[in-house]
């Protein structure tokens, strides 16, 4: 089998420029990137990046397990930790699993055995599953578990700034819209929201699960509506722009709903708060942590939480 | 190295058992499944899957590329193929790449030698660039190009569809809001819709094009509204819904949009057209026909039209 020496020699470059020109053409000329890829092509380096790994007891792969794939938060996730695991020259494998009580761990236990280590997204599923799942290094993502490394978007502290917001321009009655039941995340925003309400002397009423979508929105006018509110914080944009289309439909104004910077750049909107999630940072942090842990699999986990940006409109 | 056999004599059954239990585990009684794992743990049969094809110079890995993840409709998509290669014993690793003009084909090149073919969703680029790139099998979804494989839903017949609902229920002025530019889907749609709205003698513009957002739908309003259309037909549910916010917003009463069944089930809508792509098995029957082509790949390519229903509202 070919080896890195023997593509360096017939391209007539160096070893670490043939490992740059595979692992990070970015990084170099357009030619050299060809030369390498052709001497490659004639030595027949193939899925040897595959091989080397074998040859470490590693396979190069890295699994991004998420709850579902219809809904648009995980996909700028996805994207980070692609492009971060590409640079590194490891694969990315995406995988769906809910954790949810009573759902078998077997396909995880295989997978397990075909990556070196997982970036997991579980919003719901005991830590006790969670924990029982990760038999290789992982790393999770909007979530933490005591004892396992993690990257979170500090939503919660965006939703304060939410209310303060909301109490700051006059607003008394105030509703959350929580999200999927069992969310980590859920549970932080709606203690944060809560906390936030108490302290600056605003009303706070909570309804929910729903989840994250458009329809559910819909459906979670009624309750919004009967109570009256004159400020929304929904867990998610989509459930905001449901609970408005009902408002506008029955001739009503709807109260202000927080959004995200899309939206109220889109419609104009001046004094809407708009929460700025980056997903794609959220899975390029969390891929660097599981590089970190899989070279150093004993080693402290690490927890890092990244500060949410809240804008007020156009 | 441990082989199926070894496994198969340890934990006492067929290999046939044994290879089912490791890719199949649904198939078999979970106890049959914990003692094939056990074996195969004790034995250090890991990582095997990818030595097993890298021995037959495969890796078994396919890669299935999106232009982008941060669209919803993509996601069932790769659930779907997702769930079909996890049954075949493969892993799918997703990829981004545009096949923009200009953008550089070096990833895809390296991708190439690490994988056994691709699932390719590339709604925009030239043929002769998406053609370039399959340098292994290759399965198109949503698109068509001489030569090549392909799995498409077949929305143009549900947009004409459409059209004659609106036709027969005496809607005279349609609009058509197209999505992305060099879209194939959208240039299907819109000839679709062009070709029905002449046959059966009702007008139509057609505006854009414009991303599959609720924040464009929200600018296309502007130009949708001075057209005065008593229908509106848009390429994606979320441009539709940021329409009917802005007439809303402006106390007007919107014109019927088609959409999809879940919005309309939630709004509780009568007689609005629902076109329901199911992403799931496209992504399915696009693994399947990868599977033919990486076994055969000189064989005839196959192209597939999944037919897309339409319904018509509570």
Do not use: C
Request: proline share 6%; no cysteine; charged share 20%.
């Amino acid at each position: 089998m070919a080896t890195i020496a023997d593509v360096a020699r017939l391209a007539g470059v160096s070893k670490s420029t043939v490992s740059r020109a595979l692992s990070r053409p970015e990084m170099l000329l357009p030619e050299t990137v060809a030369t390498v890829q052709d001497a490659a092509e004639k030595l027949g380096y193939v899925a040897n990046s595959a091989a080397r790994f074998l040859a470490g007891g590693r396979t190069g792969v890295i699994a991004l397990v998420v709850p579902t794939l219809d809904n648009s938060f995980f996909a700028p996730i996805i994207g980070g930790a692609q492009a971060r695991a590409d640079a590194e020259g490891r694969q990315v494998t995406v995988a769906v699993h809910s954790f949810a009580a009573g759902e078998s761990l077997t396909t995880f236990g295989r997978l397990a055995r075909q990556v070196d280590g997982f970036i997991i997204v579980a919003p719901g599923g005991s830590d006790d599953i969670v924990r029982a799942a990760a038999t290789k290094p992982a790393v999770l993502v909007d979530r933490e578990i005591e004892g396992m490394s993690s990257a979170v978007a500090d939503t919660a502290s965006a939703f304060t700034l939410v209310v303060e917001h909301f109490a700051r321009t006059g607003r008394r009655r105030l509703v959350y819209v929580g999200g999927p039941g069992n969310s980590w995340q859920d549970a932080q925003r709606t203690a944060a929201v809560r906390a936030a309400a108490e302290r600056v002397g605003v009303s706070l009423e909570v309804v929910g699960p729903f989840p994250p979508t458009f329809a559910a929105g819909a459906e979670a006018a009624r309750q919004v509506r009967e109570l009256r509110p004159d400020a929304v914080i929904p867990y998610a944009t989509a459930l905001g722009l449901g609970i408005q289309h009902v408002y506008l439909v029955a001739g009503e104004t709807p109260p202000v709903v927080s959004s995200e910077r899309a939206i109220v750049e889109a419609l104009g909107l001046a004094g809407v708060p708009a929460i700025d999630v980056d997903g794609r940072v959220l899975g390029d942090v969390a891929a660097r942590l599981l590089s970190q842990r899989i070279q150093d699999p004993s080693g402290d986990p690490n927890r890092v939480r990244l500060s949410v940006p809240v804008t007020w409109g156009a």
